[in-house]
């Protein structure tokens, strides 16, 4: 076992009797009798488990336990108490501890739980069959030993079928190898045991004899074995015996608790005689038996602690049997624990009255313990019989529920790819029909701009100033619709353009389409404020069309304004990274941002700030295609923002720089 198992108890008896127990099991151990000797070996750093007792001479084990979950919270501790109430319990486990048995203890019960608590937070190990030996002969244990050994296996060893069971349940070894004949359960027990475990059945087990009997070899089969061989046989015949055997189990495992690994069992009673009673008799059996003495203390019990079984009193004062099992059966996270009533009641109708309160078993007080006994089996064996078919019926579900999954994946993907074609043939449609309308309207637009400009250059002089106005005005009018038009044009371009992503610094464009305005407004004084180097994932040219429309209609409205003003920049990444281009200028009512982005939407008199009321609509398209969103913020005469995100936010930067201010006029 990797790691030591510290042993904390102030009486040497139990360390002692712990430290052979575990030592004798494989594991390495450390004993010691007071706090201070734990907190420097705790301090080495070498401790993977501790057996903590509550009372120490120089301290109390809980202060212990609340150090070493804060400064060693992957060391597991359970507590070995003579202090066995409930509350001390609960105490116990609600501050950290992993596992809490009470004084007396069985100490097969105590080196299967260490055994779990180390496997469990152990990493996986290197896959490596391992072969569990079961054989009260030494000599014979070792020679087998090294003989798998050397040919590759991890080699488990146990002296009898009870201990051969729980090393089975804790370990789950790809194999077994057992004598017939042993101490206690003989080895044709044990393989029927083995079958009759779901978490073991797919055990390969192979059955030693030392009887030339026909008869020996049909009794292993019969009993369960996979292959049956003679003690006498040489080793390299067992060794490709149990290769053969290996090769051919394919069983699935089952992933659920063995019947013989440690169990814990909880028994409610008011009467303290009968609890001591049944406590011992049951840990005789290998059980950790947890005892309660009202139906208060044992639903405490179960909110903090995991039990196989519960035995229950009928008759108690406070809360009753029935009432109890009532509760517990109610509550999602114990109502499958197997609970057996048991009373001094012996008649049919208290037995009815048991069983219809829940109950999954009723036995009179005046039964033989082997009685019970056999029940708590049974009903330890019918849960985990449930727990088999629920993993079964899970992994079906789960199974179906790929399917399914595999199957809606399959339709969203054919269901997209026939929308694409179908977006792409649209978007073609489109596109000639747009060229085709551009085309029709601006052939009658280019003959009325021309003849109207012949008109004022040949007949001008014939006309009064009224006439020439109406020309003017009629040029006006075909220009502002040859705008319109390849404003509609660049709109319906955004979605049909393929989007090509990249990392693009966004201030680079900002400067390069400033430059570009103030070079066809040399005489405008505007200040530009231009945060550097911001940067985000983006289409290049879909993103400078953002611009243009931005910074366009930001220099538009500050053209009244004395000191004009415009700013490019990011807000903090705590308030979205949202990037804005904002002015000074003449601003909107708030009432109508909602419709801002509207084709056609106009906030101002044509004649006072002229445009297409497209530009918006164009930014909103291009920013929606990127995965982002726009919006604005304003007030009338006092300049307006528009914010817009390009996601993901991880791609926006800041520069360490100042900001940089550019105040545009004359070309130098």
Request: include cysteine; aromatic fraction near 6%.
């Amino acid at each position: 076992m990797n790691g030591i198992v510290l042993i904390v108890d102030d009486s040497i008896t139990v360390r002692m009797d712990v430290t052979e127990a575990l030592e004798a099991a494989g594991f390495r151990t450390l004993p010691c009798a007071t706090v201070a000797e734990a907190r420097a070996a705790l301090a080495r750093g070498q401790v993977s488990l501790v057996i903590l007792d509550v009372v120490l001479p120089d301290g109390d084990g809980i202060d212990l336990l609340r150090e070493i979950r804060i400064w060693a919270p992957g060391v597991r501790v359970v507590m070995l108490s003579s202090e066995a109430e409930v509350k001390d319990r609960v105490r116990a486990l609600q501050i950290g501890a992993d596992d809490y048995v009470g004084k007396p203890y069985d100490l097969g019960y105590v080196i299967a739980r260490a055994r779990e608590l180390l496997t469990e937070a152990a990493p996986p190990p290197i896959a490596r069959a391992s072969v569990l030996v079961i054989d009260d002969s030494p000599t014979f244990r070792e020679e087998l030993r090294h003989a798998l050994e050397g040919a590759g296996y991890k080699v488990l060893l146990a002296a009898s079928g009870e201990e051969g069971l729980r090393l089975a349940a804790s370990s789950r070894p790809a194999a077994v190898l057992v004598d017939g004949v042993l101490p206690g359960f003989d080895g044709a027990t044990v393989i029927r045991k083995i079958r009759l475990d779901a978490a073991l059945r797919g055990t390969a087990c192979i059955l030693f004899t030392g009887s030339e009997d026909r008869k020996s070899e049909l009794r292993a089969l019969d009993a369960g074995a996979d292959a049956f061989v003679r003690k006498e046989e040489d080793l390299e015949v067992i060794l490709a015996r149990l290769t053969a055997v290996l090769r051919a189990v394919t069983a699935e495992r089952i992933d659920t608790a063995s019947l013989f690994g440690p169990k814990r069992i909880l028994a409610i009673d008011d009467s303290s005689t009968y609890l001591n009673e049944i406590g011992a008799l049951l840990r005789g059996q290998g059980y950790d038996v947890v005892m309660a003495r009202s139906g208060e203390e044992g639903l405490e019990l179960l909110s903090v602690q995991a039990v196989d079984c519960i035995l229950l009193d009928l008759i108690m004062p406070g809360l009753g049997g029935k009432e109890t099992c009532r509760l517990i059966k109610a509550s999602p996270g114990v109502r499958d624990i197997p609970l057996i009533l048991l009373t001094s009641l012996d008649d049919r109708a208290s037995m009815l009255d048991g069983l219809g309160s829940g109950a999954d078993d009723y036995i009179p007080k005046s039964s033989e313990f082997e009685v019970l006994n056999v029940r708590v089996r049974a009903q330890l064996r019918r849960k985990q019989f449930e727990d088999e078919h629920r993993h079964i019926r899970d992994d079906l579900l789960r199974s179906e529920l790929v399917a399914m999954e595999e199957r809606a994946a399959r339709q969203v993907a054919e269901s997209r790819a026939a929308l694409v074609s179908e977006l792409e043939r649209k978007n073609k449609e489109l596109e000639v029909f747009s060229y085709s309308v551009s085309h029709d309207l601006r052939a009658p637009l280019r003959a009325m701009d021309g003849f109207s400009r012949l008109l004022l250059e040949d007949y001008g002089t014939q006309l009064d100033e009224r006439g020439q106005d109406y020309l003017r005005r009629i040029r006006t009018g075909a220009t502002r619709m040859g705008e319109l038009i390849d404003a509609l044009l660049d709109l319906s371009r955004i979605n049909s353009a393929e989007l090509r992503r990249e990392a693009i610094d966004l201030s680079e464009i900002v400067f390069a389409v400033s430059d570009s305005l103030r070079r066809n407004e040399p005489g405008r004084q505007v200040t530009m404020v231009i945060e550097p180097r911001l940067t985000a994932q983006g289409d290049r040219r879909l993103l400078r069309i953002v611009f243009e429309n931005l910074l366009q209609n930001a220099w538009k409205f500050t053209s009244k304004v004395e000191a004009a003003r415009v700013e490019f920049g990011v807000e903090s990444v705590e308030r979205g990274g949202a990037f804005f281009v904002r002015d000074n200028g003449a601003g909107f009512d708030m009432a109508y941002a909602s419709t801002l982005f509207a084709p056609f939407r106009r906030l101002h008199r044509e004649d006072e700030f002229p445009g297409t009321g497209i530009g918006l609509a164009t930014v909103h398209r291009v920013i929606d295609r990127h995965g982002g969103r726009v919006w604005a913020e304003a007030a009338e005469g006092k300049g307006a923002t528009v914010f817009f995100t390009l996601p993901p936010a991880r791609a926006v930067s800041r520069s360490s720089e100042g900001r940089r201010v550019r105040a545009s006029g004359p070309a130098s």
